[in-house]
């Protein structure tokens, strides 16, 4: 029998979903439904020590939807972190892990360029239970002008000397959530495990502009007639996700080989799940896809998940966790192969004589 259990950074989770830090994991009563549910491990809406700076609106949600209009294949949202206050936080994270003590709880938390904040809330968290941290350097919208988010997630310098603060406190596992919103992901990845950290997750959403509304011309969602940029997620964004888990998990090989990788991207199924894993993530995150499905949609995903493994008899996660990596290379090796096979005079694929037979009908058109 094939098996989900995943030992991650001394963590031991009956599956590799987990809940993303986000509206599913807002509260005690949504997290303990999760554990019921089944799910590997919950990250908690993301904290801070002050949350009474924190103001949401609504709506803050807007949705893209497939031609037909009844599927969502992206959801954009600009809500900030938490406003619930830090001791409610504490408190529930003490309740949650009195009631679940097996279920593996973790804080994601976010400061301002302060030693003495990130270093109290990692000790408060700890004192309160939580078996590991999520460090938010990544939402892409909201608090900018504190160096919150991704405006330090962008910043590989300060990034390294914060997760530094972290890791000189903290006693248990940390991940680094990265930001999408940068043109080589692998700099303030590296920064975070220079900094000292077990893991990166990646990624959060991509900033974005959902779309304009062509009656009112307002830019959507709308509030009192005016938006903001925010952050993009759904199963759209999966390609560039998968591009970014791949580009961290050969960093992770090279350069910090035992680090984990927890990848987060519009993930949706067990297959989708197992191509993350395929490409390195040793956990996979849902948000979105729970905001759509709800929380017992994990069900299925186990059940996909478990289906791909015995198709392929693979009899645990690590007998194939990171396995496509070997088939990436550059564009001069490609053009390199397939010379070769030319010159061999061996057939190619089906799916390679249709694009090929494409690209001479292009040519013709072009001659004509």
Not at 345 to 364: I, K, M, P, T
């Amino acid at each position: 029998m094939a098996s989900l259990t995943t030992h991650v950074d001394g963590l031991t989770l009956p599956n590799p979903f987990v809940i993303a830090s986000g509206p599913p994991g807002t509260n005690l009563p949504v997290i303990q439904r999760a554990f019921r549910e089944g799910w590997g491990a919950v990250i908690a809406k993301t904290v801070s020590l002050d949350a009474g700076k924190v103001k949401n609106v609504s709506p803050r949600y807007a949705k893209l939807y497939a031609a037909d209009r009844r599927e969502v294949i992206g959801w954009e949202n600009i809500e900030l972190i938490s406003d619930r206050a830090f001791e409610t936080w504490l408190e529930e994270f003490r309740r949650c892990k009195d009631a679940h003590p097996e279920g593996v709880l973790i804080a994601s938390i976010m400061e301002e360029y302060r030693r003495d904040a990130w270093v109290e809330i990692v000790e408060r968290c700890e004192a309160a239970g939580v078996d590991g941290f999520e460090l938010n350097f990544s939402c892409p919208h909201g608090l900018p002008e504190r160096r919150m988010g991704s405006a330090m997630g962008q910043d590989p310098d300060l990034l390294e000397e914060v997760c530094g603060w972290v890791m000189g406190a903290a006693r248990r596992p940390v991940w680094a959530k990265m930001t999408p919103n940068i043109t080589h992901i692998e700099e303030p990845s590296r920064a975070a495990l220079r900094g000292g950290c077990t893991g990166i997750s990646a990624i959060n959403t991509i900033r974005s502009v959902m779309g304009v509304n062509l009656e009112t011309l307002r830019p959507e969602p709308c509030v009192e007639g005016y938006s903001t940029p925010g952050g993009y997620s759904s199963k759209a964004i999966r390609p560039i996700a998968l591009r970014m888990v791949m580009e961290i998990a050969q960093l992770i090989r090279k350069e910090y080989p035992g680090r984990s990788l927890s990848g987060i991207g519009g993930i949706e199924s067990g297959e989708d799940a197992a191509q993350f894993i395929l490409l390195g993530a040793d956990t996979v995150q849902v948000c979105t896809g729970v905001m759509k499905f709800g929380y017992e949609c994990v069900r299925g995903m186990k059940e996909q998940l478990l289906a791909f493994m015995e198709g392929h008899g693979f009899e645990s996660l690590g007998d194939f966790r990171g396995r496509s990596l070997a088939y990436f290379t550059t564009h001069g090796d490609l053009v390199r192969r397939q010379a070769e096979r030319k010159q061999a005079g061996r057939l190619a694929s089906d799916q390679d004589w249709a694009a090929e037979d494409f690209v001479r009908q292009s040519d013709a058109l072009a001659g004509e």
